[in-house]
């Protein structure tokens, strides 16, 4: 039988995640901060008197738990 549609793009096939060795503080919070001075820029809900900030990442059963602070949103990241 042949099919019908064939599809223009397919998904990649899923990679599995591997843990952090050490803190993603600092990969968290230089990736949002690039977001900030490029993508936000200029959005209406921004709270300006905020700064982008990734606090207390910690390792929690093997997984790395920390907040990320952003003018946009209040977040915990697991």
């Not at 039988?1 to 990969?27: E, F, H, I, N």
């Not at 993508?39 to 905020?50: C, D, E, H, K, S």
């Amino acid at each position: 039988m042949s099919r019908l549609r064939v599809p223009a793009w397919t998904l990649p096939p899923a990679v599995a995640a591997q843990p952090w060795r050490d803190s993603p503080q600092r990969a968290v919070q230089a990736h949002f901060e690039a977001l900030y001075a490029s993508a936000m820029q200029g959005l209406p809900f921004l709270n300006t008197a905020l700064s982008v900030r990734a606090l207390g990442f910690q390792r929690i059963d093997g997984d790395w738990l920390g907040a990320l602070i952003a003018p946009w949103c209040v977040q915990l990241m697991l």
